[in-house]
Every structure is written in C-alpha cells, then in structure tokens.
C-alpha cells in the first residue's frame, strides 16, 4: 500500500490533508500539498505558531478554500466501518499527561478483525486495535 511521509517534523496536519486531497481529486501528493499549503499558509515555522494553526478548525477553513466537502466523524462511524479510507484524518493525542503531544494520521483501511491501519506520516502504516484507537482519540 503506497503512503506518505511528512515534509517537516511539525507538518503532520497539511501533510495529512495533502494526502487526503490527492485521492480526493486524483492529482499527484506532490501537487496536492502545494495546493494545501498555499490554502493554509502554512510557515513551516516549527513552532508553536504551527501548533495552534495545526486544529481541526484550520482543517475545515482549509477545506472550504478549497472547496472541498468536510464533516466530522465520530469513533463510532469509524468503528463500525462507516468513514472512507484514504480520506479520514484524525487527531490523536500521543500523551495522557501532555495534551500538546498531538499528531494527524489518515485511515488507510480496515481490517476484517476490527483493527484499522492508519498512515502515520512517517512512511509506515501502524495497525492498531479498537482499543488503542479509542485510547489515542480520547485522550
């Protein structure tokens, strides 16, 4: 299965939708995080800035630039199988005792044993359980 890796250390939220919108609209990664990028004007500072423009208030504003269709989802959709691969982006929370320690993955598909496997910017896909899903979304 093809996947991503992240531009910059602190990228995973552009990057995400950058894959997210290449299956959307067909167009190469590499034209998708252009787009993404210029919509979101993304600094690449590398620092807090990122941090609070990296939201899934900023995730919708940039959709919308784009024209792009955007809704929420819940961990119950997910769980039963009802949000696209490919194009699921959530954030999840690395750290019970830091919130700040967050970081977007994209679905990548599901498994027939209710485990789902997730892009994780790094250029690997992680399989994770019902349960770690659930830990790493409510954290």
Request: glycine fraction near 10%; hydrophobic fraction near 35%; aromatic fraction near 8%.
């Amino acid at each position: 299965m093809n996947t991503y890796r992240q531009a910059e250390a602190k990228s995973c939220g552009p990057d995400a939708m950058a894959w997210a919108v290449a299956k959307l609209s067909g167009e190469s990664y590499p034209e998708a995080s252009a787009r993404v990028r210029r919509a979101w004007g993304w600094a690449g500072y590398g620092d807090v800035r990122d941090d609070l423009l990296d939201s899934p208030g900023q995730h919708e504003a940039v959709a919308r630039r784009l024209g792009i269709g955007f809704r929420l989802g819940t961990l119950g959709e997910l769980e039963r199988g009802q949000l696209p691969s490919q194009t699921t982006i959530m954030l999840v929370h690395l750290s019970a005792s830091n919130p700040a320690m967050q970081h977007w993955i994209v679905l990548a598909s599901y498994a027939s044993d209710g485990k789902t496997r997730w892009h994780w910017g790094d250029g690997t896909i992680h399989e994770l359980s019902r349960e770690a899903v659930r830990e790493l979304y409510s954290r």
